[in-house]
């Protein structure tokens, strides 16, 4: 069977010149190319866009992606497929957007070509929360390790080949899933300048003539199917992909800019769900509400009671129907927005939950549980607190099954293990120190046979976990200590 390259392609299509580079994507990951290269060939597709791609990956370790993505000349397949205003739908493309892919440890020149091509206006990147970290790093002749720090060195080569031309800077979209993202690029960025000794004019020109963009990033991309489907589909298409990628049809990239980038990225007119907007935080706040506090309210309590997916939970005889309780009754009346915007966000949320082409693992959305609870839902808990309103008892629900969840023993091997409520045991991903300290906690308990008031004050009450003593709240200890009483009852089993 062949496998999909350029000859390939251009007979199922016109074919398409390779196109001048005008972006460089900074990742090779699954997201990027469900994602943002989708909607750059959708551009591309209606005539909308000319530029072309370089690609190339954040760290070493990606290499074996950027070679099988140069085997078939930047070629792959994308599969949408998932529930769509009610309907299934499934569609597949041939996505065609990279005029270059290359390895920057083994073609650092390269890199430095594009960074001083007159052509070049963005920068793409996706390299994890963790990639626009600073670290210290020495300057060297060759390739530099981290994301921010390759940015510094291509903008100062962009500022001296161009004499700090006021027009030759560039934009730049992170699409990290970090609060104020463009932010975190710049001021790393300027660290390293700092570090490397570059020049007050430089430092000046980054800041005025370059854009670091916050942006909000949406989209389930799940990547490369399981084996027996991906080989179905290559005996139905006459090809093989070894970049094939699925991804759900919801999609949706909030951008904090004017409209003014819509000519340099026609993203909009492209009939994509992409939004200029002068204020990310409504989008920002509903999504981590709504989409991600559901999320984070279903892991724990899925894993204790035995649940190991979404879709499962969705159709658990009481669990399904308390999550979307939960979210209707009181999380969506927290939020400060049009309850009828509000609502069609939350049908497209549990829509898209329930895509049966998605196997969610609710172990891998428990990971980190603790701090992903402050962010996602205790600020919905703090807005009835505040008003000195009873704890609703499904938010409570929530809290008492991650407490729960947390019950969790050190084993000799290093790892932390719970047990759900019929025994079976389920490792729990964390930062360690947290782990202990909680561990601690449960020891303490069972060895003095607490009450579950007493289990859910001591744990509310750790600053060290919260940040702040959550045992003076009002009702909360009581509604969680009750919750914990029917968790082990078996009452949502």
Known sequence: MLTLNRSLHETESTGRKEAPVTILQIGEGNFLRGFADWMIHECRKKGLYEGGIAITQPRPTGRAKIEKLASQNGLYTLVTQGIENGEPVMRREVIDVFSEVFDPYEDWQRFKRIAVSPDLQLVISNTTEAGLTYRPEE????????????????????????QGATDKGLVFLPCELLERNGDSLRDAVLRYADDWGYSDSFKHWVLENNRFLNSLVDRIVT?????????????????????????????????????????????????????????????????????????????????????????????????GSSVRDAVSRHILPAL??????????????????????????????????????????????????????????????????????????????????????????????????????????????????????????????????????????????????????????????
């Open 223 to 319: 990547g490369y199917p399981a084996e027996e489907q991906a080989e179905s589909w290559f005996a139905e298409w006459g090809y093989r992909d070894s970049m094939l990628c699925t991804a759900e049809p919801y999609h949706l990239w909030a951008i904090e800019a004017d409209e003014e980038m819509e000519k340099l990225l026609p993203l909009r007119k492209a009939g994509l769900n992409v939004f200029w907007t002068n204020d990310l935080k409504p989008f920002q706040q509903r999504k981590v509400r709504i989409l991600n506090g559901a999320h984070t309210w279903m892991a724990t309590l899925g894993l204790v009671n035995g649940v190991l997916h979404v879709g499962d939970l969705l159709e658990h005889s009481k669990l």
């Open 139 to 162: 300057l060297g002749e060759g390739a530099i390790l981290s994301f921010p720090g390759k940015i510094a060195y291509l903008l100062h080569l962009r500022h001296e080949a161009f």
């Open 336 to 493: 400060p927005y049009p309850e009828e915007e509000l609502r069609a966000y939350a049908g497209d949320v549990f829509e898209r939950f329930a895509n049966p082409h998605i196997r969610h693992r609710l172990a891998d959305i428990a990971m980190n549980a603790l701090s992903k609870f402050k962010v996602r839902l205790l600020p919905t808990i703090a807005y009835y607190a505040e008003r000195g309103d009873d704890i609703p008892e499904l938010l409570a629900l929530g809290f008492a099954g991650l407490l729960r969840y947390y019950k969790v023993k050190r084993e000799a091997d290093g790892s932390y293990v719970g047990r759900t409520l019929d025994g079976e045991a389920y490792s729990v991903r964390d930062d360690e120190t947290k782990l202990a300290f909680i561990a601690r906690h449960w020891e303490r308990a069972g060895a003095a046979n607490a009450e579950p008031i007493s289990v859910a004050t001591s744990l509310l009450a750790e600053r060290e976990l919260w940040g702040e003593d959550l045992s003076t709240w009002s009702n909360l200890a009581e509604a969680v200590a009750k919750q914990l009483t029917e968790l082990e009852r078996g009452v949502y089993q």
